[in-house]
């Protein structure tokens, strides 16, 4: 039987996914796994490269017919302390932003919130220097107390929406089987009960604290609550322009 491939995050908040993953022996006999930035993934399973991964929700919107295939995702209820707006000013005065190459969903996610949560229509760039910029996972790390202004996007959203969101989700590009599906939650279920456990070696950062961002920032489970936010999201990330991504 040929395995299923599959690529994950390398972002430190998919640790305990891989470390559940990694643990079973029963799993691991049936994929073929890969580690991969955010943009990464998504362009693989659009592309076909692989079966499956952990994707930017922002990329549902480039796979014909999708499969969110567990119960479980990455995350917030609230703030999420690796998705950010950083500024040189006050965001009411900001009038440029520059996106980040590694993730359309947070990039999407700022441009909405720019628009309907501040009201504001600034310029973006993929490139230039700009008043403000995203920035995601762990190249924030420690990052806060180094820019003047800093705006956790999962807490805003949650002012905006009351909502919790759902940054990335794990899609399939076909029907995968019930038992592999099956095998597969029960192993990220498995990692994420113990998400501490991926701490040790891990590099240690200024103000930054692994503990708290795996137990009280990041929320794995994709309840209803993060299923509506997908929904929302997915509306008004419809309505924005169209920007040259060169990731996906």
Known sequence: MSKIKVSAVSYT????????VKASEKLL????????????????????????GIIPVAALTRIPNYHIITDYCIGSDGAVDSVFIFSTKPIEEITSLRLDKQSRTSNGLARILLKHYWKREVAVTMEEEADAYVLIGDRTFGQKETVP?????????????????????????KKLS??????????LR???????????????????????YLTEY?????????????????????????IDFKGV
């Open 13 to 20: 908040n998919t640790l305990p996914f891989l470390q559940g």
């Open 29 to 52: 006999h049936q994929i073929d796994l890969s580690v991969d930035v955010p943009a990464e993934c998504a362009r693989k399973v659009i592309q076909d490269e692989v079966d499956m």
């Open 149 to 173: 202004y800093v705006y956790d996007l999962g807490e805003i959203w949650k002012k905006f929406t009351g909502l919790p969101f759902a940054y990335a989700v794990w899609v399939s590009n």
């Open 178 to 187: 019930d038992d592999f599906v099956k095998d597969f939650n029960a192993a």
């Open 190 to 212: 498995d990692g994420v009960s113990h998400p501490t456990d991926v701490i040790d070696g891990l590099k240690s950062y200024p103000n930054f604290d692994y503990k708290e």
């Open 218 to 242: 990041l929320d794995f489970n994709l309840d209803a609550g993060k299923r509506e936010a997908i929904s929302r999201y997915l509306e008004f990330y419809k309505e924005l322009e169209e």
